[in-house]
């Protein structure tokens, strides 16, 4: 009888040794293929750098996998692709899921996709997933019993679940290591849970990624010889949210759908104050801009080691929340879960995440509508005027009331009146 922890080991030893060896291929790749990231206004990097980084991962991962059939086939290891009960999951087309979000950040890394096909790529891999079986289910209400039937919402819920998951890491990589480290955190935490559950196939795959990403954060870690790319930060999204289904049986708890997003707690908080940050300053949800976590504590003084070890230790913090949440009842858990969330939030209000760093600036001699950053005079202006607006709808707003309040007091007046 093999002990249980040996597969796992092996996993994790094949697919940290792949990355580490195939990684130099990988940045020869890009360099080829002129896969690189020159340093520019939006753009940390100083050094023009290669970006296929998915190439060693991708790599990593699909060693492991071959390690884990031999293990099966050959030295008794236990079987892990097996679904959760009430759910089947057709492996072989979770396999092609991986292939296409793969693939879709190569094709970006390449020749630099325009958000609609690489979102369409990313919606495809998502709909093979489900389509193989890879769904939410339904889930329990941990407070009052019973089960909340999603019906056919299932499928488009999980496809908007998995492509969420592919763009919070793809945003959050912004400075080196910062992307694979969070991931290698967060992935060893589901490998944890997963084990606590029973769930062989999460388990099998989080560690494996766990060692694919420490592996390449080898290199990947400042000051970095190679990116992830698109081909390594869209897949490392992909892995994450599909682990974090699979640890899901057909029948969720509440709490087993929160905890992955817990883990992820800082790429979504930086996506969450990307989005309202741009709505406020009236310009595209999908305008890059330079007011990402990273780049607040850039500016607060951080280096950029200081700033990602920083984030690494926040992300260690959920994860260990997340597992503690596992081990306490529903309201301990309750608990648990707002004091990180209240922590994160006075987090991003410290750094000022949704104060807007870009702004629309028309210009009236020219009559050009332009965006301007911080560093350009018309940017104050715009604040300004944004500001006195905003004081002008609220001077409004209070004399609307304060003239509602009147006109409700004087029939009052009339009436005592007349009773005189």
Same mark, same amino acid.
């Given at each position: 009888?093999?002990?249980?922890?040996?597969?796992?080991? &092996?996993? +994790?030893?094949?697919?940290?040794?792949?990355?580490?060896?195939?990684?130099?291929?990988?940045?020869?790749?890009a360099?080829?293929?002129?896969?690189?990231?020159?340093?520019?206004?939006?753009?940390?990097?100083?050094?023009?750098?290669?970006?296929?980084?998915?190439?060693?991962?991708f790599?990593?991962?699909?060693?492991?996998?071959?390690?884990?059939?031999?293990?099966?086939?050959?030295?008794?290891?236990?079987?892990?692709?097996?679904?959760?009960?009430?759910?089947?999951?057709?492996?072989?087309?979770?396999?092609?899921?991986?292939?296409?979000?793969?693939?879709?950040?190569?094709?970006?890394?390449? $020749?630099?996709?325009?958000?609609?096909?690489?979102?369409?790529?990313?919606?495809?891999?998502?709909?093979?997933?489900? &389509?193989?079986?890879?769904?939410?289910?339904?889930?329990?209400?941990? +407070?009052?019993?019973?089960?909340?039937t999603? =019906?056919?919402?299932?499928?488009?819920?999980?496809?908007?679940?998995?492509?969420?998951y592919?763009?919070?890491?793809?945003l959050?990589?912004?400075?080196?290591?910062l992307?694979?480290? $969070?991931?290698?955190?967060? &992935?060893?935490t589901?490998?944890?849970?997963?084990?606590?559950?029973?769930?062989?196939?999460?388990?099998?795959?989080?560690?494996?990624?766990?060692?694919?990403?420490?592996?390449?954060?080898?290199?990947n870690?400042?000051?970095?010889?190679i990116?992830? =790319?698109?081909?390594?930060?869209?897949?490392?999204?992909?892995?994450?949210?599909?682990?974090?289904?699979?640890?899901?049986t057909?029948?969720?708890?509440?709490?087993?759908?929160?905890?992955?997003l817990?883990?992820?707690?800082i790429?979504?908080m930086?996506?969450?104050?990307a989005?309202?940050?741009?709505?406020?300053?009236?310009?595209?949800?999908?305008?890059?801009?330079?007011?990402?976590?990273?780049?607040?504590?850039?500016?607060?003084?951080?280096?950029?080691?200081q700033?990602?070890?920083?984030?690494?230790?926040?992300?260690?913090?959920?994860?260990?929340?997340? +597992?503690?949440?596992?081990?306490?009842?529903?309201?301990?858990?309750?608990?648990?879960?707002?004091?990180? $969330?209240?922590?994160?939030a006075g987090f991003?209000?410290?750094?000022?995440?949704?104060?807007?760093?870009?702004?629309?600036h028309?210009?009236?001699?020219?009559?050009?509508?332009?965006?301007?950053?911080?560093?350009?005079?018309a940017?104050?202006?715009?604040?300004d005027?944004?500001?006195?607006?905003?004081?002008e709808?609220?001077?409004?707003?209070?004399?609307?009331?304060?003239?509602?309040?009147?006109?409700?007091?004087?029939?009052?007046?009339?009436?005592?009146?007349?009773?005189?």
């Amino acid at each position: 009888m093999v002990d249980w922890w040996v597969p796992y080991v &092996s996993l +994790f030893v094949a697919a940290l040794a792949t990355a580490v060896l195939t990684t130099p291929l990988a940045r020869k790749i890009a360099w080829k293929l002129d896969a690189v990231d020159y340093p520019s206004a939006r753009r940390i990097n100083k050094r023009p750098i290669p970006r296929m980084g998915g190439i060693a991962i991708f790599l990593a991962l699909a060693v492991a996998v071959a390690v884990q059939y031999v293990g099966t086939t050959r030295f008794h290891w236990p079987v892990v692709l097996v679904p959760s009960p009430r759910m089947t999951v057709d492996y072989y087309r979770l396999a092609l899921a991986f292939l296409i979000i793969f693939v879709t950040g190569l094709v970006d890394d390449m $020749i630099q996709l325009k958000p609609l096909p690489k979102l369409l790529g990313q919606v495809a891999a998502a709909v093979v997933a489900v &389509s193989g079986g890879l769904v939410i289910g339904d889930i329990v209400n941990p +407070f009052v019993g019973g089960e909340v039937t999603l =019906g056919w919402l299932t499928y488009p819920i999980t496809v908007i679940y998995l492509v969420a998951y592919v763009n919070i890491i793809n945003l959050i990589d912004g400075l080196d290591g910062l992307a694979t480290g $969070i991931t290698c955190i967060s &992935s060893i935490t589901m490998f944890v849970l997963a084990s606590l559950a029973g769930r062989l196939d999460a388990a099998a795959l989080s560690i494996a990624l766990a060692g694919a990403t420490l592996g390449f954060l080898c290199y990947n870690f400042h000051p970095a010889s190679i990116f992830l =790319g698109d081909s390594g930060s869209l897949l490392l999204g992909f892995a994450l949210g599909t682990i974090s289904l699979l640890n899901v049986t057909r029948v969720a708890g509440l709490t087993t759908i929160i905890l992955p997003l817990l883990i992820a707690g800082i790429p979504i908080m930086d996506t969450f104050s990307a989005i309202i940050r741009r709505k406020r300053a009236h310009v595209s949800v999908s305008h890059a801009d330079k007011g990402h976590i990273h780049h607040r504590l850039i500016h607060e003084g951080f280096d950029q080691r200081q700033a990602v070890l920083l984030m690494y230790a926040w992300t260690a913090l959920l994860c260990l929340g997340s +597992f503690l949440m596992t081990q306490v009842e529903v309201w301990p858990r309750v608990i648990i879960f707002a004091l990180l $969330i209240a922590a994160s939030a006075g987090f991003a209000m410290r750094l000022h995440l949704f104060e807007p760093v870009l702004r629309h600036h028309y210009d009236d001699k020219t009559g050009e509508d332009t965006i301007v950053t911080p560093e350009d005079p018309a940017f104050a202006e715009e604040r300004d005027a944004a500001e006195e607006r905003r004081e002008e709808r609220h001077e409004e707003l209070r004399e609307r009331i304060h003239g509602g309040h009147e006109s409700d007091d004087q029939p009052d007046d009339e009436t005592n009146g007349s009773d005189e």
